[in-house]
C-alpha cells in the first residue's frame, strides 16, 4: 500500500442529498449517476464527508419542509444503508483519528429554507446540523449572494442570525456569501467561520473565488478555507486538470494559509469535473499528485488534519442533560 493510499481525506463540501431528495430511486450505496457513493469514499480513503443540504433543485419555494426531508435521507441512506457515523459534537470530533469509522457531517447551504425563523434554525441544530452557508448566489432573508449585484450584506434578521450562530455553537459558512457580506461577518461573528468550498481569485478570475484580501482574514482568525473542484473556479475557460489546484494551493500558502487549507469537491453540485477529480474515488490519486511536489505533513494536513483540528475546536460540546437523538 503506497503513501497516499495510506492518508485519510476530509471533503467539506458535496450536494449528493439533493440529487437523493430529487430522485429517490438512486442508490447511494454505488449508483454511477452518483458522484458521491459510500463505495467511493471508502474507495478514496474519505473519513470524512460534509453532506450539504441544498435546496435549489426542490420545485417551488425554499421550505423547511425540504430541509427535514434531506436531513431525513441523510439518517436513512448515508448513514443507514452507507454505514456512516454522524459527527454533532466536540467530543465525538476525537473520534476522527480512528480508522475506521467513516463520519458524515451536515451543513445548510443557504438558509432560505429556514424561511427567516431563528426556531428552524434551532431545530437543525438540535436535529444535527452544524454548518450553516449563508447563502447560495443571491438574495435571501439573511443576506446577499455572491451573484446579487447590489453587494449588499446582512438583513437585520441575519444580524440575528450570526448572534445565534455564536451563541448556539453552530458554525458559519461563507462560501456564496457576497463581499460585503464576508466582511460584515468577519467584523461581527465571535468565532471564526470558513468558506467551504471557494478558491483563489488571483488564481482564476470568477466571482466565487476569494480575493487575497479576504483569504487573509480567514487565516488571520484561524478559519477554513476548501479548495473545489469545480472546473471553471480553478482554471479560466473551465478545461481544469488536478495539476492547476497547484496553483491555488501555492497561492494560499504564500499569503500564510498552510493550515487552514483544506478540500470541499461540490461533487454532485457540477455537470462537468476535473480531468482526475470525477469523484471522491479519485482522491487517492490525487494525493499521489500532491505528495511530488509537498512534504508529507503538510499533504496530511490539507487532506484531513487541519479540518479535522477546526472540529475538534470548535463543534459544540455535548453537555451533560443533552440526548443524542
Request: hydrophobic fraction near 40%.
Amino acid at each position: 500500500m503506497g503513501r497516499a493510499e495510506q492518508l485519510r481525506v476530509a471533503d467539506f463540501h458535496c450536494d449528493v442529498l439533493s440529487k437523493l431528495q430529487a430522485s429517490p430511486h438512486l442508490n447511494f450505496d454505488k449508483d454511477s449517476r452518483l458522484d458521491v457513493t459510500a463505495e467511493r469514499l471508502a474507495a478514496g480513503g474519505v473519513g470524512l464527508q460534509v453532506f450539504a443540504i441544498y435546496l435549489s433543485t426542490v420545485r417551488g419555494r425554499p421550505s423547511f419542509e425540504s430541509v427535514l426531508g434531506q436531513i431525513e435521507l441523510f439518517q436513512g441512506k448515508v448513514l443507514g444503508s452507507g454505514g456512516l457515523q454522524w459527527l454533532r459534537w466536540k467530543e465525538e470530533a476525537v473520534e476522527l483519528v480512528r480508522v475506521p469509522p467513516r463520519w458524515g457531517l451536515l451543513s445548510l447551504e443557504g438558509v432560505d429554507g429556514l424561511e427567516g425563523n431563528l426556531f428552524y434554525a434551532q431545530l437543525c441544530f438540535d436535529l444535527g446540523v452544524r454548518f450553516l452557508g449563508v447563502t447560495w448566489n443571491y438574495a435571501n432573508w439573511a443576506a446577499d449572494g455572491v451573484l446579487e449585484q447590489r453587494n449588499g450584506g446582512f438583513t437585520e434578521k441575519g444580524r440575528e442570525l450570526i448572534e445565534w450562530c455564536n451563541s448556539s455553537g453552530m458554525l458559519l459558512d461563507v462560501s456564496h456569501l457576497a463581499p460585503a457580506g464576508f466582511w460584515e461577518l468577519a467584523e461581527r461573528s465571535k468565532r471564526p467561520f470558513i468558506a467551504s468550498h471557494s478558491n483563489v481569485a488571483a488564481v482564476c478570475r470568477h466571482p466565487r473565488n476569494l480575493s487575497d484580501e479576504q483569504i487573509k482574514a480567514l487565516i488571520a482568525m484561524d478559519g477554513r478555507m476548501g479548495l473545489t473542484f469545480v472546473p471553471w473556479f480553478v482554471k479560466n475557460g473551465g478545461d481544469a486538470k488536478a495539476d492547476d489546484l497547484l496553483r491555488h494551493i501555492d497561492h494560499v500558502c504564500s499569503l500564510g494559509g498552510t493550515r487552514q487549507l483544506m478540500f470541499g469537491s461540490d461533487f454532485d453540485g457540477i455537470d462537468a469535473w476535473v480531468e482526475g477529480l470525477e469523484h471522491p474515488g479519485k482522491y487517492a490519486e490525487f494525493a499521489e499528485l500532491l505528495l511530488r511536489y509537498y512534504p508529507e505533513d503538510q499533504v496530511k494536513g490539507w487532506l484531513y488534519e487541519n479540518a479535522w483540528s477546526f472540529l475538534s475546536l470548535h463543534l459544540p460540546p455535548k453537555l451533560n442533560d443533552q440526548k443524542i437523538p
